[in-house]
C-alpha cells in the first residue's frame, strides 16, 4: 500500500514562491512499477480538483496550461519524494494542493483524477494580493 505525506505549503504574497514535496512510502524493493506516474491536484474552495503538473518514472513531465513557466516538477528517487517547485505565485493559486500515484493508462490522463489510485491527505497553498 503506497502512502505518500505533504508537506510545504503556507502563505505568501503575490509573486512568491514555495517548493511543496511529497513523501512516498509502501512501494515494493523494486521501487514503483513501470508506466507509474506521481502527480499534484489542487482543489480551490469551490471548484473540483485539477491536475497541476505530473512526472513518470523516466522524468517526462507533464503541465496544466495554468501553472506552464511558473511550476517545476521534480523527483528524488532515492529519497521517495517529489517536489513541486511553485514560482510567481498568484492569488488564483490558492488551493488545497494533492500527491498522488498511479497509472495513467494515456498521456491524456496524466492529470485526470481518474488516472491515481493513491493519494495524500493535502496541504494548504495560501496567495495573498
Known amino acids: 500500500q503506497v502512502q505518500l505525506v505533504e508537506s510545504g505549503g503556507g502563505s505568501v504574497q503575490t509573486g512568491g514562491s514555495l517548493r511543496l514535496s511529497c513523501a512516498a512510502s509502501?512501494?515494493?524493493?523494486?521501487?514503483?512499477?513501470?508506466?507509474?506516474?506521481k502527480a499534484w491536484f489542487r482543489q480551490a474552495p469551490g471548484k473540483e480538483r485539477e491536475g497541476v503538473a505530473a512526472?513518470?518514472?523516466?522524468?517526462?513531465?507533464t503541465y496544466a496550461d495554468s501553472v506552464q513557466g511558473r511550476f517545476i516538477i521534480s523527483q528524488d528517487n532515492a529519497k521517495n519524494t517529489l517536489y513541486l517547485q511553485m514560482n510567481s505565485l498568484k492569488p488564483e493559486d490558492t488551493a488545497i494542493y494533492y500527491c498522488?500515484?498511479?497509472?495513467?493508462?494515456?498521456?491524456?490522463?496524466?492529470?485526470?483524477?481518474w488516472g491515481y489510485g493513491f493519494w495524500g491527505q493535502g496541504t494548504q497553498v495560501t496567495v495573498s494580493s
Open positions: 498522488a500515484a498511479g497509472i495513467p493508462r494515456t498521456m491524456g490522463e496524466t492529470l485526470m483524477e
Open positions: 512526472i513518470d518514472t523516466t522524468s517526462t513531465e
Open positions: 509502501g512501494y515494493s524493493y523494486s521501487g514503483p512499477q513501470e508506466g507509474s506516474w
